[in-house]
């Protein structure tokens, strides 16, 4: 499983019109399946999205995690204050190998059902560590709006 992480301030994603998942603050995640992948990668990168430190402290050191901040801003919220949490998108395009020619290979991805199973399972792992979990639609063409803030950027992968 591979993923794009990218802490943002606000974030959505549209379907034929239709804004279908969006956050105010959190982490925009790029969610790719592979082949081989299983439930023990969809946990893995759950796990290490809600908990990866990248969000700044008082000391403007990145030292907070995803959980760290919702946990704060539930604390502090007000009626009608913006979600916190994690804007998922399907993108089976990050198994794609380049490497020879032009035109990008994606044998690596995981078969489109399989594919839809991990990544609804990947969604239901990032509710139980404490988020708000939003999303885009599987296998639907998306336009996806984001401000990257920082800008910060990372990339995972649940066999490295």
Do not use: C
């Not at 499983?1 to 301030?9: C, D, F, L, N, Y």
């Not at 946990?43 to 995690?65: H, P, Q």
């Not at 999303?135 to 803030?149: E, P, S, T």
């Amino acid at each position: 499983m591979k993923a794009i992480i990218q802490r943002v301030r606000e974030a959505s994603v549209t379907v034929e019109g239709n804004v279908t998942g969006s956050i105010e603050m959190g982490l925009l995640v790029y969610l790719g399946v592979a082949a081989d992948d299983s439930e023990k990668d969809a946990e893995w990168m759950a796990y290490k999205v809600a908990n990866l430190r990248i969000f700044k402290d008082a000391g403007g050191r990145m030292n907070l995690s995803l959980k760290d901040i919702a946990a704060d801003a539930d604390a502090n919220a007000d009626a009608g204050e913006g979600l916190v949490g994690v804007l998922t998108i399907s993108q089976f395009t990050l198994l794609a190998d380049a490497r020879k020619g032009h035109r990008p290979y994606y044998g690596d991805a995981g078969d489109p059902e399989k594919a839809k199973t991990l990544y609804e399972f990947f969604k239901v792992k990032i509710t139980e560590q404490g988020l708000k979990s939003e999303a885009g639609v599987f296998q639907a063409h998306m336009d996806v709006r984001y401000i990257n803030d920082g800008p910060v950027t990372i990339i995972l992968d649940s066999k490295s």
